[in-house]
């Protein structure tokens, strides 16, 4: 299964980045309701686009933790 991070938006379009930092532009009303930088999309073997709250959570969580060990935040 492949995974997203939505680097930023652009537009009509959602950049996304896969493991290997290649970038895709995807059009914002193909990504799932809510989607908002730094989400982690899941993409399924159909094609469609999810929301994996549980990975965002997750990414979202380390990079706290590393800005608190950097700049005592």
Do not use: W
């Not at 492949?2 to 652009?10: G, M, P, S, T, V």
């Not at 990504?31 to 999309?41: C, I, N, S, T, W």
């Not at 990975?55 to 060990?69: D, F, S, V």
């Amino acid at each position: 299964m492949k995974q997203l991070i939505i680097d930023r938006f652009e537009g009509k379009f959602a950049i996304c980045e896969d493991a290997e930092e290649k970038y895709f532009a995807i059009e914002t009303s193909e990504l799932p309701d809510g989607a908002r930088e730094g989400d982690v999309l899941r993409i399924t073997d159909e094609g469609e686009l999810l929301l994996d709250q549980e990975a965002t959570n997750a990414r979202r969580e380390k990079i706290a933790a590393k800005q608190h060990k950097a700049f005592g935040l």
